[in-house]
């Protein structure tokens, strides 16, 4: 479970063929193990630079589309579990022979699965049926990939994937809370855009008229999915964007909503599990795109890879919420404040203590403080700062909130509010401050000239002695490329500098970053 939480985030992500280097005799041209380029280093390459979506996007569960099969799926969990983000438990659809497959990542624990079979075609990808434990309240998450509109992909194969996964969501048992998504290679307004050469079913459509996401020929909006007792009405969540925003896949130009995040009337209903209004978006880092906006697709070219680049889709994802009394783990925030401790995820680890840094980044809300004990300021320039409790533990961000705080001192204190800004972690609101004393807090400053991985660097980590040459508002550090930011707009080098940074902070903006202070804090080399 979640420490402390009572949110959690669910993506979709289609990650464009994720094949592994066995064959097996299905694999599409391209990836034909050791042709065309598809070789162990591409695969490397795939592998990391999906981990670094994934990673960065920080979901709880993440829908999968486009793997191959199990073997491809354990490589990416593995490559996530190297660069710290590992999801424990894992479930893919593999009984049919289809090429790719659907597949579900988890922090939470999958009690069991179903792979819903649209028919026998070894064409036919099926949607997987994943039951899972969120602090004790039951969820189910249905994984789709229905079928494209390539090679006769008419209108009428979409409806089959349609019939069959509401035929299986009438057999849940009465006031189940579920979430449909995937890709479903329609658009949100499916009806509204679908080309005559699809139309073989007079203007009728899986994703708006089978899972009944129109009522009277409207869009089914948050009020009509809470006024109407009919329970068979769907709310896509496309529908919280503004429409020019209203995309996750630019097709030579042609932007398309064919991902999806999709909910019923029980996910608003203050039940066990809620989603959260107008959380639904984007993911949208800049690393993910090129230079004329077009999104940085893995690229083949002439059949072969050339290994660079993500997906042809952008991951989207929503926040849920957990109610208080719906949870068997933890009765109220209050209750575990009090006890001092909570649940780890297995119960044959130690209990964790709540006041723990390294829990605050699991939160997206905080209902009651948070005391955190024997903290240390080991970094504070102007309105900000960083504070960590040991030095194998992590620190967190301090953001206008460090009035009373000062650099190389001790404290109690409580944390009221932390907020996710493009990606950092950040504690925003502090009170009931206790100072202890004098620290000394040189020895949290890590030393890059023991070792500096960008991969297994971590956010809101010190360093001092980097060096690398600067080019583009980048660092290139053995090989390695980070994006480097500097506070003080008149000291950045010229291109082409060989620097050494004696002070810095491992900031986030969409991504990882060296954030550099002040111009004391670093010396030019060479040019």
Not at 49 to 70: F, K, M, P, R
Not at 299 to 328: Q, W
Not at 348 to 355: F, Q, R, W
Request: proline share 2%.
């Amino acid at each position: 479970m979640i420490a402390f939480s009572n949110t959690f985030k669910v993506a979709s992500y289609n990650v464009e063929n994720l094949f592994d280097l066995q064959k097996n005799g299905s694999e599409y041209r391209d990836y034909q193990p050791y042709k065309n380029g598809w070789d162990k280093a591409a695969l490397e390459k795939k592998l990391n630079n999906i981990s670094q979506v994934i990673c960065d996007l920080n979901a709880d569960i993440v829908a999968l589309q486009e793997i191959e099969n199990i073997y491809a799926l354990n490589l990416l969990k593995q490559k996530l579990k190297r660069v710290g983000c590992e999801y424990r438990y894992h479930a893919i659809a593999a009984k049919q022979r289809s090429t790719v497959k659907v597949a579900l990542l988890s922090r939470f624990k999958i009690n069991k699965t179903n792979e819903i079979t649209i028919d026998r075609s070894h064409q036919s990808r099926s949607i997987l049926e994943a039951h899972v434990d969120i602090n004790g309240n039951k969820l189910v998450v249905f994984v789709n990939h229905w079928k494209s509109k390539h090679s006769n992909g008419t209108e009428s194969k979409r409806i089959r994937y349609a019939k069959a996964l509401v035929n299986q969501i009438k057999k849940l048992p009465k006031g189940s809370e579920y979430i449909i998504l995937g890709d479903f290679n329609s658009d949100y307004n499916e009806h509204l855009t679908m080309e005559n050469k699809f139309n073989d079913t007079n203007g009728k459509t899986g994703i708006n008229h089978i899972l009944n996401t129109l009522y009277n020929h409207n869009f089914v909006d948050i009020a009509t999915l809470t006024s109407k007792e009919d329970r068979a009405l769907h709310y896509n969540l496309w529908l919280e964007m503004n429409k020019h925003n209203r995309w996750s896949k630019n097709f030579y130009g042609k932007k398309g909503a064919i991902d999806s995040i999709i909910i019923p009337k029980n996910m608003l209903n203050r039940s066990n599990i809620e989603y959260t209004i107008d959380s639904f978006g984007v993911f949208k880092p800049p690393y993910l795109f090129k230079e004329k906006g077009y999104i940085n697709r893995w690229e083949v070219k002439h059949h072969k890879h050339t290994k660079r680049g993500y997906s042809d889709h952008l991951p989207i994802y929503a926040t849920f919420s957990i109610a208080k009394e719906g949870s068997k783990s933890i009765k109220n925030d209050k209750e575990a404040l009090e006890l001092d401790i909570i649940p780890t995820q297995s119960p044959n680890k130690a209990k964790s203590p709540i006041g723990s840094i390294e829990n605050l980044y699991k939160v997206s809300s905080i209902n009651t403080p948070i005391k955190l004990k024997n903290i240390k300021v080991i970094f504070k320039r102007r309105d900000v700062a960083l504070i960590q409790q040991s030095t194998t533990g992590r620190g967190i961000y301090l953001y206008k909130t460090t009035a009373k705080l000062k650099e190389g001192h001790a404290y109690d204190l409580s944390v009221e509010r932390v907020e996710d800004y493009n990606g950092l972690i950040e504690v925003t609101k502090i009170s009931n401050i206790i100072p202890i004393g004098k620290t000394d807090t040189s020895q949290y400053i890590k030393d890059a000239s023991k070792g500096f991985d960008i991969s297994k660097i971590k956010q809101n980590e010190l360093y001092k002695n980097i060096i690398g040459v600067y080019s583009n508002r980048k660092l290139s550090i053995n090989g390695q490329k980070i994006d480097i930011f500097f506070k003080d707009k008149d000291a950045i080098p010229p291109n082409g500098s060989k620097i050494k940074i004696d002070f810095a902070h491992i900031g986030y903006y969409y991504q990882k970053q060296i954030v550099v202070y002040d111009r004391d804090d670093f010396k030019i080399l060479e040019k």
